[in-house]
């Protein structure tokens, strides 16, 4: 058996294949990030779920790409993690950058970029990832993505910059306080995930002025940074993978027509597209 894992610092999807490429079985559970989380941690988190723990012993191989793999000390923190749940199991440990080429590459060169929980961008030819400007985290870096927009919110919440009717409803549904949004930040662990959570609230209305401002400016840094600055960016599409792109691509979509960039996909999740490619290239070589 098989498990195909694509993971953010939000949450994981993973897929259970058989040896010959038939889907079995899909489980979800809380996402993991190398940058905050212990070996330890991930084990005692993937424990929890019993329909996982049910199939561990079955596994052969696990494939899987996450957030902050992104060289091989992290990777190791998450191979450790995962060999002390499946013992049995060969694995391999790559970026979620990975996982979102695999997901939107077609044969031609193309830049592929991550907006979730975090965000990310890399261009590819078919041979070579490329990478610029990436990986400085929720604090540095993360333009566009769910942290970036939480911390928007936040930060306006706090200054007063909000409708009337904005701040209400924040006070009512999340109990929002500066001492409680100060300890979720700065004292409590995950503030990245804490951050993006708030994206739910924009989106719920992000056909107010106020949002409607801050998530197309948003888009826009990211596209700058994340997207302009490949020579090539003009030449090839430019693919989207993640829930913040699925639910912000009118914003994408009217930032990049503004810079003169080609939207291609815009996807929710990989994992579907990965199985695909791992059917088609990989599996059959394990």
């Known amino acids: 058996m098989i498990l195909l894992v694509d993971s953010g610092s939000t949450k994981s999807d993973w897929f259970l294949i058989d040896s010959d490429g038939t889907f079995v079985d899909s489980y979800k559970t809380r996402g993991f990030n190398p940058y905050f989380h212990t070996s330890v941690f991930i084990m005692s988190e993937i424990e929890k779920n019993e329909s996982i723990m049910g199939i561990a012993q079955q596994v052969n191989y696990i494939y899987y790409y996450g957030a902050g793999c992104s060289n091989d000390h992290?990777?190791?923190?998450?191979?450790?993690g995962l060999g002390k749940v499946f013992t049995k199991a060969s694995i391999f440990v790559d970026h979620d950058l990975m996982a979102a080429i695999y997901a939107t590459?077609?044969?031609?060169p193309c830049i592929s970029c991550i907006l979730g929980t975090g965000s990310n961008s890399a261009f590819y030819d078919g041979k070579v990832l490329a990478t610029r400007n990436s990986g400085l985290g929720?604090?540095?870096?993360?333009?566009?993505?769910g942290s970036y927009f939480g911390k928007k919110l936040l930060a306006a919440f706090l200054y007063g910059q909000l409708p009337e009717e904005v701040n209400a409803e924040l006070e009512e549904e999340f109990g929002l306080d500066k001492a409680s949004i100060?300890?979720?930040?700065?004292?409590?662990?995950?503030a990245n995930v804490y951050l993006a959570?708030?994206?739910?609230?924009?989106?719920k209305h992000q056909e107010l002025p106020v949002f409607q401002e801050m998530i197309y400016n948003?888009?826009?840094?990211?596209?700058?940074?994340?997207?302009c600055g490949y020579p090539q960016y003009r030449e090839v599409k430019t693919h989207f993978i993640g829930s913040i792109a699925f639910y912000f691509q009118d914003h994408i979509r009217k930032?990049?027509?503004?810079?003169?960039?080609?939207?291609g996909h815009i996807i929710k999740s990989p994992i579907q597209r990965l199985l695909e490619y791992h059917v088609k290239n990989v599996f059959h070589h394990a």
């Not at 959570?197 to 989106?203: C, D, E, L, N, Q």
């Open 255 to 263: 930032a990049a027509a503004d810079l003169g960039i080609e939207v």
């Open 182 to 190: 100060v300890m979720n930040v700065y004292e409590k662990p995950n």
């Open 74 to 80: 992290f990777k190791n923190i998450v191979k450790q």
């Open 218 to 227: 948003g888009m826009k840094e990211f596209l700058k940074i994340h997207v």
């Open 138 to 145: 929720y604090i540095l870096g993360d333009e566009g993505s």
């Open 105 to 108: 590459y077609e044969g031609k």
């Open 197 to 203: 959570s708030f994206t739910r609230f924009i989106a």
